[in-house]
């Protein structure tokens, strides 16, 4: 009986172990894969528009009573065409860590936003990679008369009954 429930207590221990440690492994890709093919456009023949870039602050964590205490965020970045007219073209959407390390390039090749529709990129929780100063910087292009897109972040959780929540808005720098 004894050597039983000793068994039964190493088995519970090392799934408890194995449990706490998956998941761990360091990924340079992004948690939520992003397929954004089907939007995929040829520049080449537009040569009139108007480019421009845009930066975002973005938070994976912030600070809690001190720098040593810090509490996990879930972004929501969006990326919106404006334009009731006219279609938005995203060149490139590059997420840095606080030390202005690129973590991930999410566009490849030229995309296009239609009118008026919103592309969001979400970066989960438990994903820390970015931490406190992370930021995402947007090369885009849109046609003359055009509007100018907006690049919004939204940072939320959650913890018992509190909730945290704020946003920050993109600053075109060129």
């Known amino acids: 009986m004894k050597s039983h429930l000793a068994n039964s207590l190493i088995l519970l221990f090392l799934f408890g172990f194995i449990a706490c440690n998956s998941g761990k492994e360091k990924s340079e890709e992004p948690l939520s894969k992003i397929d954004w093919s089907n939007k ?3 520049l080449d023949q537009k040569d009139s528009l108007i480019t421009g870039t845009t930066y975002l602050s973005v938070y994976s964590q912030i600070y809690s009573y001190t720098e040593h205490t810090s509490i996990d965020l879930t972004a929501t970045v969006s990326m919106r065409n404006t334009d009731d007219k006219r279609k938005l073209y995203l060149l490139k959407a590059d997420y840095f860590d ?3 390390n690129k973590i991930h390039s999410y566009v490849n090749k030229p995309i296009e936003i239609s009118e008026l529709e919103t592309l969001e990129i979400v970066i989960a929780e438990f994903d820390k990679k970015g931490g406190t100063g992370a930021n995402f910087m947007f090369d885009w292009a849109i046609e003359p008369q055009s509007t100018s897109p907006i690049f919004e972040a ?14 920050t808005q993109g600053h075109q720098i060129k």
């Open 40 to 42: 995929e456009v040829n």
């Open 98 to 100: 606080t030390e202005g």
């Open 154 to 167: 939204v940072m939320i959780s959650t913890y018992g009954q509190q909730g945290l929540s704020f946003t």
